[in-house]
């Protein structure tokens, strides 16, 4: 909004633009969400008006496809409205440097290795570091059977039994997705 009304403005991203919210957090689990309650509405149909000759079963696979289409599509509609507003978006890792400077370590294109970094001079400074999910120190998540929020968006089969630690917003919508 700012570069909207004149303001130059420089977004220093490591990850994905749009972050955790986008990327690994409210959008997929939404999009995971509406594909369980469209499941649940079809065995359902009988109560909604409308009959399901045969039964209806998840696909995972493609639900999760689905989920990524929402997501990339979502990632690349903020990268070309960042663009239209002129934004200067730097890839890379920043850090506070003295007064009001941003040192920004870019990362190095294949081809060059040696890239240098950049100093952002700015009025006001805005730190969103996002977030990642919490590695509890008494689940060894080198164990295959062992998920993240963020890993859990990339299962390729349904699993027979699920625990989930953390009833939170993600917790509570991983519950309801899989419990359909």
Do not use: Y
């Amino acid at each position: 909004r700012a570069a909207q009304l004149g303001a130059t403005v420089t977004l220093v991203e490591k990850g994905l633009v749009g972050g955790t919210c986008l990327n690994r957090g409210c959008i997929p689990t939404k999009a995971l969400l509406a594909s369980a309650e469209s499941l649940a509405r079809a065995r359902a149909g009988e109560e909604f008006g409308f009959e399901v000759t045969g039964e209806v079963h998840p696909n995972l696979p493609r639900m999760v496809q689905r989920k990524d289409r929402i997501v990339t599509q979502l990632r690349e509609n903020v990268e070309v409205l960042l663009k239209k507003a002129g934004v200067q978006l730097i890839r890379g890792v920043g850090r506070l440097g003295p007064g009001k400077q941003v040192i920004v370590s870019p990362f190095a294109a294949e081809t060059d290795s040696a890239a240098e970094d950049v100093t952002v001079q700015a009025d006001k400074i805005i730190q969103a570091t996002g977030s990642e999910p919490a590695l509890l120190p008494m689940f060894d998540f080198d164990q295959p059977t062992i998920l993240t929020s963020t890993s859990a968006l990339h299962l390729e089969t349904i699993p027979s039994s699920l625990l989930i630690v953390g009833a939170g917003p993600i917790g509570c919508e991983f519950a309801s997705i899989f419990a359909e």
